[in-house]
């Protein structure tokens, strides 16, 4: 039996890294590639290699068979080609065909005496549109038929990491909180965790239910230093009055966050009408009417 084209060494190994890529893309195997964290992906590949070789090895033998069959000068026309180097043969795949005559080529047919040739379409031309054809079999069984990702979907998943990975680095992040971006909190759990602030630091001056007591009435429309989340996050972070206002919690023991977490909590206390509240002290207070 006549050797192995070098192109057959070559078609080998660029059709597996292309099936091996291809499988990579199809399946999701997080960070780790698809053959190391499923073993029947890499059984899988091991049975494509020894397929590719086995069809290389039976395409051999049949152009064996078939060079029995042809005469001695087509015989020699073979043995040329083979004899080639793997430069040489690869030239060939984007060498134009040799011209022959017209009139060897020319269709027995026009189109207001217009002919047409039938001539042999550039070798890379045909392979790369083998190759599209192959691409599109693949492509239509991803998404078709293995459940591959839309590009919606893709969107909506990169999406939602992005939101978990935003959540992360927020968690361990500076906080940055300031009056300036401070917002308003109304979530029960964010209340939640203001109450625990408010009940170690605020009870004292402000009662348990917010109606004062050596400090003013958080419950009622009034306001000595202003209400709305950036005015009383500016407060509780500064201090009060000078000589006789509240301590500025920013220096003593609360972080930004926690501040946001308190003032939002005292902001819901208004309007919920305790027993025996203090005099309201201050201006009231309108939401919008100033900041």
Known sequence: ??????????????????????????????????????????????????????????????????????????????????????????????VKPDVVAEKDILLHHDYDGIQELDNNLPPWWVYLFYACIFFSVVYIAHFEFMGGDTQEQEFEKEMAQAKIEVEAYQKSA???????????????????????????????????????????????????????????????????RDGKGMIAWKSSGLKPKDIQLVSSYVLSLQGSNPPNPKAAEGEVWVEGATE
């Open 174 to 240: 500076p906080d940055n909180t300031t009056e300036e971006n401070v917002t308003l909190l109304t979530s029960p759990a964010d209340l939640a965790k203001g109450k625990e602030i408010y009940d170690t630091n605020c009870v004292a001056c402000h009662r348990a239910d917010g109606g004062g007591q050596i400090g003013p009435n958080l419950t009622d429309d009034s306001w000595i230093l202003g209400g709305g989340i950036k005015n009383v996050f500016h407060t509780v972070a500064n201090g009060g």
């Open 1 to 94: 039996m006549r050797k192995l084209s070098p192109l057959a060494y070559l078609r080998i190994p660029i059709l597996f890294f292309a099936f091996l890529v291809l499988l990579e893309y199809s399946i999701d195997s997080g960070s780790e590639y698809a053959f190391v964290k499923f073993p029947l992906v890499g059984v899988f590949l091991l049975v494509f290699l020894f397929l590719l070789i086995a069809i290389e090895f039976t395409l051999k033998a049949v152009s064996n068979l078939n060079y029995t069959l042809l005469t001695e000068e087509q015989r020699k026309q073979v043995d040329a080609d083979e004899n080639l180097s793997l430069f040489q043969q690869l030239s060939k795949i984007f």
